[in-house]
């Protein structure tokens, strides 16, 4: 049996229960350390026993919803390579397109950032990364995915620094820029969620009350003590959440601008809050 043969075997398995099968060859690249050129190049060779037994192993564990980057134990995000498990979500390509907002509209001079629930540190590290001058702050309510962060600031050379705070509980300083990708699913909406997600990504980190508006709520009643004259204001929301986010930090703040924006699904996805 070549490589191509038992991928086709072990895929039709994932696609028979409902799971996607790109997750088997992502596992599985990663425990090679293989390229995606690698991957194709071995596609007409023979598998020895050894791969055979790790393919089968991977298969089990996707059919058992543990997500691909679990058990990779890896997530790539912007430029960064980030351990994760589930003391964090896995990191969004939709998350991605806030941070290469934030950095196309603010430039290269020194610039003190807030990041309110960091979970695995993807948006602190990655601006941190694209910009040696910003200083960098991530905080997050969960001690644990705290220290994951500070392992992927290390591991990537990164300086950030991680306060432990609930929204803004422990939060002393102004910021010229605070952003968030907050919990901000409503619990009614379980069922939109994958079985995936819902059986072991962290649901501190996935859930909110007030049909998923609570910590938008207390962004908005405290970012105002917390931000620098001309500060900002990034949030990444759920797809139905853009005109109950926007005309909350209106309100809170009526003279900035509050611009609502998509993603590259053409979703409602981002609400920047600034002096236009």
Request: no cysteine.
């Amino acid at each position: 049996m070549n490589y191509a043969q038992a991928f086709a075997q072990y895929e039709a398995d994932l696609i028979a229960i409902g799971e996607e099968k790109e997750g088997l060859a992502y596992v599985f690249n990663e425990w090679k350390n293989w390229s995606r050129l690698d991957f194709i190049l071995h596609q007409p060779r023979e598998i020895p026993e050894a791969d055979l037994r790790q393919l089968d192993r991977i298969t089990k564990l996707l059919k058992q919803h543990l997500p691909a980057q679990y058990i990779a134990k890896k997530a790539y995000f912007a430029d960064l390579t980030l351990t994760v498990d589930e003391r964090v979500l896995i990191p969004r390509p939709e998350t991605e397109e806030l941070v290469n907002l934030i950095l196309e509209e603010n430039s290269d001079e020194s610039l003190t950032v807030l990041d309110i629930g960091t979970g695995s540190g993807a948006i602190a590290l990655a601006l941190a990364k694209a910009r040696a001058g910003w200083q960098v702050s991530a905080s997050d309510v969960s001690r644990e995915a705290l220290l994951l962060a500070q392992d992927n600031a290390k591991a990537n050379q990164v300086t950030v620094n991680f306060p432990h705070s609930d929204v803004f509980s422990q939060i002393s300083d102004k910021y010229d820029i605070i952003v968030s990708n907050p919990p901000y699913i409503a619990f009614k909406d379980k069922d939109e969620v994958g079985r995936n997600v819902l059986l072991h990504e962290p649901h501190l980190a996935l859930f909110a009350d007030d049909d998923g508006l609570a910590v938008y709520q207390r962004i908005a009643e405290g970012a105002g003590k917390h931000l620098t004259a001309g500060g900002k204001i990034y949030l990444e929301i759920g797809y139905k959440q853009g005109y109950p986010v926007s005309q909350l930090f209106q309100q809170h703040f009526p003279d900035k601008r509050v611009r609502l924006l998509q993603d590259m699904f053409g979703k409602d996805r981002m609400v920047v809050i600034d002096d236009g």
